[in-house]
């Protein structure tokens, strides 16, 4: 498959990330599980890319193949991340344990993944910033106080000496977004950040996300379930269904008018109060095995549309200005 | 609370639930030595509820994690006995009932639980989990059996020749299947669904919120459907129980509930729901969290975080009184 390198609309500013037919393969026992399957993307300084898409489409895969965080049997096979001008696929694991954490920061679904239980607040903090900084411990300190306060925690000199299991999970998950943020990375990627939240606690986290992004100009790749969450928050949506992204664009564009069939089933399926009691778009069936892709088109055996010449994979096509869709058959008689 | 004809299905009046966790031996050591007096800490999960679900009716009960919508779900399924208050099962009295009448009034009312995972006892096979119930019982003759299981899986749109098979060889979503077909199969009248779609993928959600509606007219059923997602709740029911840290805020037909809530704390839940949107929206959350409801604050549980607080509100409890036909909000906004 011959991806463009980039997504077709010009970026208004310089990509800070390119990801280009990226491939990340498992080599397991029952065989090869393909759960990157040529992705491609850009994402600009100050933008929020929302990549979406439903358990097992590849969408954290994807985050954690930027970061060089994939384990054996997992390896990328093929393509390229090209981020601030060097390609990450093969670099030194010396050079990414130096980008991981200063240049590029995760934040993970469960905040207890970023935090150690048994250290304390500050300690974890400090550590952050004095392993790619060279500055005192007070020093450190003091930024590690200011972190706190900057994403909104009461009384950040007292939680400094809190643990993690003293602090709720809305609270929790602000202290992991302040370590992300801790070094102004370029570029975070949010995996699933508000997903264990509680309704009011997520609009905090949202709120606390775009802020920053706006102030520090940081790049921000935000993986998700929720297209109603992607939809308000992000910039451009990619769309991912079993390893490949089906669509992307502006998110206004996207969730308007979508151009794939799975994109638009998706839209059908949540819930909106148009029609109360009456029965879901839904999509039949369920997400094919990554171990045995049907050939063809991935979404084939689900699409309404399906025809003879979905047999044959579908290649990445741009039938509109700043859209890209892999589709032999898009909607685009709804698009107007 | 609401206009309703006839005697509701099912009536809970004045229910509370405490839980007590008395003080443990190194507790009590401490206080021998003249620290604080050790007591016992109690946990009000539901305090005071009534309401009432007509036959056919379907009410959402919404709040955030914590608020006891869960305790009060097993208290109106009868899987836990409330402190206070009692649960009426057409008209008359639960716990008054004896014999084959509290038998059938138990049978009646069914639970289908959030984890399709943990729920179902993963060493029985599908045809025992969901075929013991009714054979017990003596719903239907031992030569009938087979043909029963097969009408109930079919129903809930599993395959009957999958009857063998055991929980662990199924999806997410055909758990949930299993579990829906386990409730049915004692052909209840009452149906208490907690987070029943919470853990599935979009598109599945969308085929079991189908489900849901068409079993409900195949049954004649009746729901009380808890949820933490306000989008699922507004499609789905009739009517709308918004919970706050043990007590009920506000109740309200859904139409007139999106268009006009009443209480601050429904404004603000409605305020930050997720909704697909074309644009970029800024998220402006309301502060603070849940408090413990170890410790509630006085008067108003949602006082420390209302914007429209007065003194009032700190010291006095307001009850939930009818401000609307079928409306009833518990706020001093409304005066009286």
Redesign the interface.
């Known amino acids: 498959m011959t991806a463009p390198a980039a997504a077709a609309e010009p970026l208004a500013r310089p990509a800070t990330l390119e990801v280009a037919d990226l491939r990340t393969h498992f080599f397991t026992k029952a065989g090869v599980v393909k759960a990157v399957d040529g992705v491609s993307f850009a994402v600009a300084a100050g933008e929020v890319l929302g990549l979406v898409g439903?358990?097992g489409c590849g969408k954290s895969v994807t985050g954690y193949s930027i970061l060089g965080l994939v384990d054996p049997p997992g390896r990328i096979v093929s393509g390229s991340i090209c981020f601030a001008g060097r390609d990450l696929v093969g670099a030194p694991e010396e050079e990414l344990r130096r980008l991981r954490g200063s240049r590029i920061a995760m934040i993970f679904q469960d905040p207890m993944m970023t935090l150690n239980p048994v250290l304390r607040v500050d300690t974890q903090m400090v550590e952050a910033i004095l392993a790619h900084r060279s500055i005192g411990r007070r020093a450190a300190r003091e930024l590690a106080r200011e972190a706190l306060a900057q994403v909104g925690i009461p009384a950040p000199e007292r939680r400094l000496r809190a643990y993690p299991h003293e602090l709720?999970g809305?609270?929790r998950q602000r202290v992991a977004i302040a370590i992300a943020f801790i070094n102004a990375p370029d570029l975070v990627i949010a995996d699933e950040p508000t997903t264990a939240l509680?309704?009011?606690?997520?609009?905090?986290i949202?709120?606390l996300a775009?802020e920053l992004c706006r102030k520090t100009g940081t790049a921000m790749i935000w993986i998700s379930?929720?297209?109603?969450?992607v939809?308000?928050?992000?910039?451009r949506v990619a769309v991912m269904y079993a390893g490949t992204i089906v669509e992307q664009g502006r998110?206004?564009d996207v969730?308007?008018a979508p151009l794939h069939p799975y994109t638009r089933?998706?839209?059908?399926?949540?819930?909106?109060?148009v029609?109360?009691?009456v029965?879901?778009?839904?999509?039949p069936g369920?997400?094919p095995s990554l171990l045995d892709l049907p050939p063809g088109c991935r979404f084939r055996a689900r699409c309404p549309r399906a025809g003879e010449d979905c047999g044959v994979e579908p290649t990445v096509s741009s039938p509109r200005p700043g859209r890209e869709v892999r589709c032999w058959r898009p909607h685009l008689e709804a698009a107007a | 609370m609401s206009a309703r004809a006839g005697t509701p299905l099912i009536e809970a009046q004045g229910l509370s639930k405490r839980f007590v966790k008395a003080p443990d031996l190194a507790e009590r050591a401490t206080a021998l030595l003249g620290s604080a007096a050790a007591r016992a800490e109690v946990v009000r999960a539901v305090d005071g509820v009534s309401f009432a679900v007509a036959k056919g009716e379907v009410v959402g009960l919404v709040g955030e994690s914590g608020c006891g919508k869960s305790t009060l779900g097993r208290l109106v399924a009868g899987l836990i006995e409330p402190s206070e208050g009692r649960v009426l099962f057409k008209g008359r009295d639960r716990a008054q009932l004896v014999g084959a009448e509290a038998k059938a009034a138990r049978l009646a009312v069914q639970m289908i639980f959030q984890d399709p995972y943990s729920s179902l006892n993963p060493r029985m096979r599908v045809s025992a989990i969901v075929g013991e119930a009714p054979l017990v019982h003596g719903l239907v003759p031992r030569a009938e059996h087979a043909a029963y299981l097969a009408d109930i899986l079919t129903r809930v749109g599993l395959d009957p020749a999958y009857a063998r098979r055991f929980p662990h060889q199924f999806s997410g979503g055909q758990r949930s299947r299993i579990g829906i077909a386990r409730a049915l199969a004692v052909r209840p009248e009452f149906l208490v669904c907690d987070e029943a779609i919470a853990a599935l993928d979009v598109s599945i959600q969308a085929q079991i919120v189908n489900l849901f509606l068409d079993l409900r007219e195949a049954y004649d059923l009746t729901y009380l459907f808890i949820s933490h997602d306000l989008g699922v709740v507004q499609h789905i029911s009739d009517r709308i129980l918004i919970m706050y840290l043990g007590r009920i805020v506000e109740t309200a037909p859904t139409a007139e509930l999106f268009a006009a809530p009443n209480h601050p704390y429904t404004r603000a839940l409605l305020a930050e729901v997720p909704r697909i949107s074309l644009e970029k929206r800024s998220f402006r959350p309301i502060e603070g969290e849940i408090p413990s409801p170890l410790d509630p604050p006085p008067g108003c549980h949602f006082h420390p975080r209302c914007p429209f607080a007065m003194a009032r509100c700190r010291s006095e409890a307001p009850a939930l009184v009818s401000i609307a036909p079928g409306r009833a909000s518990a706020c001093h906004l409304n005066g009286g």
């Open positions: 439903e358990s709720s809305g609270m509680d309704v009011t606690i997520q609009a905090q949202l709120h775009q379930h929720d297209l109603a969450v939809s308000s928050l992000a910039d998110a206004g969730v308007g089933g998706l839209l059908g399926s949540v819930p909106s109060a029609a109360r009691g029965r879901l778009a839904q999509i369920m997400t």
